[in-house]
């Protein structure tokens, strides 16, 4: 029974190591299949371009500004001292009656030790204003990052439909390939057998070598495409990674731009900026309390060292602002209207941008209507000149010409498709909505 249950574990083993070779082999193959989307790249570029870090820090900074602005409302504390010499001191003079006690004028080297604490009561909303303030003037710079990442999602839509293109045209070029092939094997069993002269077999031969003159440049141009979609999403990609060709998505036409978003920042931070420059004509209420050692402390009049507390409420009013306060207040409100002409002014461009987006799309989508008619009957016209061909009713030279012209009609159905594709990914991205 232990032999058998050795010799089992021993069978279990063998299977992992084999298990795990046949893993390791097959690992280049099963990651090459891993198709592409763009909403993976589209994803993985955000993550990648460096300044996508600066939003964290931003989040962070404005955490720390916040904190900072409520350490205004805790009481403040200070520790003074002083030691002074004095060219006079107050002294009384009084007649000398009997009985009335001689008051010694204090002297005039003193010293001077204590603390102050103060808490604000009411600062007129001046700490809540600046915190509002500084909240939204984060948050439009955390918008300003977002507008950055806006553009390289434009950047990477195209370079992903760039490489899907290339990729498409490839699958293309190589179906016509293996039609070629067929050709040349059947007119150079027809030449050795010496029924067609060396004239159809050259013909086919030199066609097969310009295809593959295509088949290297785009090759060529699909891998230096390859190479920039790696550094815009930071990963590598194999030359053999399939490009999934996106599905229609229905178009959003609701404005979600970046740059909104900041423009109408900016009229609320003018609206605050606003508010701020009222508060500082309010008066400011606080409490505050001192404690100390002196010589002379509170009564002036007694030589010696002693302690001695104050304690009540200060009202402070600064009246100098009243001078500045009503030029700060026009500043902020102009500010404010140069925004909102400046966000009209985005909203009309970007309705400019929209009709020629519309435009594209249309038109690409009723080529890619006609397309697929013309390809049916490049197809048709394709298999009646190859039997015509067969029958020797059609020279060579004819059907190749039917041959490559259906190949055309399938490239142009193809680029249609995916500017189509990307006309609709484009006007979503236009809107911010992609």
């Given at each position: 029974m232990?032999?058998?249950?050795?010799?089992?574990?021993?069978?279990?083993?063998?299977m992992?190591?084999?298990?795990?070779?046949?893993l390791?082999?097959?690992?280049?193959?099963?990651?090459?299949?891993?198709?592409?989307?763009?909403?993976?790249c589209?994803?993985?570029?955000?993550?990648?371009?460096?300044?996508?870090?600066?939003?964290?820090?931003?989040?962070?900074?404005?955490?720390?500004?916040?904190?900072?602005?409520?350490?205004?409302?805790?009481?403040?504390?200070?520790?003074?001292?002083?030691?002074?010499i004095?060219?006079?001191?107050?002294?009384?003079?009084?007649?000398?009656?009997?009985?009335?006690?001689?008051?010694?004028?204090?002297?005039?080297?003193?010293?001077?030790?204590?603390?102050?604490?103060?808490?604000?009561?009411?600062?007129?909303?001046?700490?809540?204003?600046?915190?509002?303030?500084?909240?939204?003037?984060?948050?439009?710079?955390?918008?300003?990052?977002?507008?950055?990442?806006?553009?390289?999602?434009?950047?990477?839509?195209?370079?992903?439909?760039?490489?899907?293109?290339?990729?498409?045209?490839?699958?293309?070029?190589?179906?016509?390939?293996?039609?070629?092939?067929?050709l040349?094997?059947?007119?150079?069993?027809?030449?050795?057998?010496?029924?067609?002269?060396?004239?159809?077999?050259?013909?086919?031969?030199?066609?097969?070598?310009?295809?593959?003159?295509?088949?290297?440049?785009?090759?060529?141009?699909?891998?230096?495409?390859?190479?920039?979609?790696?550094?815009?999403?930071?990963?590598?990609?194999?030359?053999?990674?399939?490009?999934?060709?996106?599905?229609?998505?229905?178009?959003?036409?609701?404005?979600?731009?970046?740059?909104?978003?900041i423009?109408?920042?900016?009229?609320?931070i003018?609206?605050?900026?606003?508010k701020?420059v009222?508060?500082?004509?309010?008066?400011?209420?606080?409490?505050?309390?001192?404690?100390?050692?002196?010589?002379?402390?509170?009564?002036?009049l007694?030589?010696?060292?002693?302690?001695?507390?104050?304690?009540?409420l200060?009202?402070?009013?600064?009246l100098?602002?009243?001078?500045?306060?009503?030029?700060?207040?026009?500043?902020?409100?102009?500010?404010?209207?140069?925004?909102?002409?400046?966000?009209?002014?985005?909203?009309?461009?970007?309705?400019?941008?929209?009709?020629?987006?519309?435009?594209?799309?249309?038109?690409?989508?009723?080529?890619l209507?006609?397309?697929?008619?013309?390809?049916?009957?490049?197809?048709?016209?394709?298999?009646?000149?190859?039997?015509?061909?067969?029958?020797?009713?059609?020279?060579?030279?004819?059907?190749?010409?039917?041959?490559?012209?259906?190949?055309?009609?399938?490239?142009?159905?193809?680029?249609?498709?995916?500017?189509?594709?990307?006309?609709?990914?484009?006007?979503?991205?236009?809107?911010?909505?992609?």
């Amino acid at each position: 029974m232990k032999c058998c249950y050795k010799q089992f574990k021993r069978n279990m083993a063998a299977m992992r190591v084999v298990c795990f070779l046949i893993l390791l082999t097959l690992a280049p193959f099963i990651r090459a299949q891993q198709s592409l989307t763009i909403d993976s790249c589209l994803l993985l570029s955000r993550d990648h371009y460096p300044m996508t870090r600066q939003l964290d820090i931003w989040k962070r900074l404005g955490q720390s500004q916040t904190r900072q602005l409520n350490t205004n409302w805790l009481p403040g504390v200070t520790i003074n001292g002083q030691a002074t010499i004095q060219s006079d001191v107050t002294s009384v003079t009084l007649p000398n009656i009997p009985g009335l006690p001689t008051i010694t004028p204090p002297n005039k080297d003193q010293y001077k030790f204590y603390a102050e604490g103060a808490q604000m009561l009411y600062d007129g909303g001046s700490i809540h204003q600046q915190k509002l303030l500084s909240s939204l003037q984060n948050e439009a710079e955390q918008w300003k990052v977002e507008a950055d990442l806006f553009k390289i999602k434009e950047k990477t839509i195209q370079t992903y439909f760039g490489v899907l293109l290339l990729q498409e045209q490839i699958n293309v070029l190589s179906l016509s390939s293996k039609d070629l092939d067929a050709l040349y094997d059947k007119t150079k069993v027809a030449f050795e057998a010496k029924a067609s002269s060396g004239y159809q077999l050259y013909l086919v031969e030199a066609e097969k070598e310009k295809l593959q003159q295509r088949l290297i440049e785009l090759n060529a141009q699909k891998l230096a495409a390859l190479h920039v979609l790696e550094s815009m999403i930071g990963r590598e990609i194999p030359a053999n990674t399939p490009l999934t060709k996106p599905q229609k998505i229905p178009i959003n036409n609701d404005l979600n731009r970046p740059e909104l978003k900041i423009l109408n920042l900016s009229q609320r931070i003018f609206e605050v900026q606003h508010k701020l420059v009222k508060t500082k004509s309010i008066p400011r209420l606080s409490a505050f309390g001192q404690a100390g050692y002196a010589n002379p402390a509170l009564n002036f009049l007694k030589n010696e060292f002693q302690w001695y507390y104050i304690g009540g409420l200060r009202l402070n009013w600064n009246l100098s602002s009243l001078y500045t306060t009503g030029s700060e207040k026009k500043i902020s409100l102009l500010n404010k209207d140069l925004a909102s002409l400046q966000e009209e002014t985005f909203i009309y461009n970007i309705n400019l941008q929209q009709i020629q987006q519309i435009q594209e799309t249309q038109k690409n989508e009723a080529l890619l209507r006609s397309d697929q008619r013309l390809l049916e009957l490049r197809t048709r016209i394709r298999a009646a000149s190859k039997l015509q061909y067969d029958n020797g009713t059609l020279t060579l030279s004819d059907y190749l010409k039917d041959l490559n012209a259906e190949e055309s009609a399938r490239s142009n159905q193809l680029i249609h498709e995916l500017s189509f594709l990307q006309s609709i990914y484009l006007t979503n991205h236009l809107h911010g909505n992609q």
